[in-house]
């Protein structure tokens, strides 16, 4: 077995080095996701979609150009307050975005998300769930495609 220092912040730590058992037993380091990072490309996402510039959302949701910029590319932590304002001037709800953006992150954390409903909320909330879901969807579609 050696010992090796290893320097993290200033700190010296030492690490062994040269066994194999070691390398396998050490799990794969995951990517750190940063919410703002995820909000900001979902934001930029649903607008370009939409085919609209940064002036014309941060002129409906009375936000600066510079400001919703930084935003977008996670370079500032937005207020609820703020993404309401931004998602309203994208006509989307503020769930469904961050709804998005929970998807996200689960992907990068590796957490499997079921795609349908479970039985037992199917059974006791299901009688006309088939069809708001369809006008939410109908709606949602229209206001992606303007």
Known sequence: MVKQPVSVNGVVRWRDVG???????????RKMVV????????????????GRTLREVSH???VS????????????EASSELLSSICSA???PLSSMLREVSDRLAEAE?????????????REFGEGLTDELNDDFRRGLAATNR
């Open 60 to 62: 409906s949701a009375r």
């Open 65 to 76: 150009l510079g400001y919703l910029s930084e935003v977008e590319r996670g370079q500032k």
């Open 110 to 122: 590796g957490v499997s998300i079921p795609d349908t409903i479970p039985q037992d909320f199917s």
């Open 35 to 50: 919410l703002r990072h995820e909000i900001g490309d979902v934001l930029r996402d649903v607008r370009q979609r939409q």
């Open 90 to 92: 994208l006509e989307v």
């Open 19 to 29: 066994l194999v058992e070691d390398a396998q037993r050490k799990p794969k380091e």
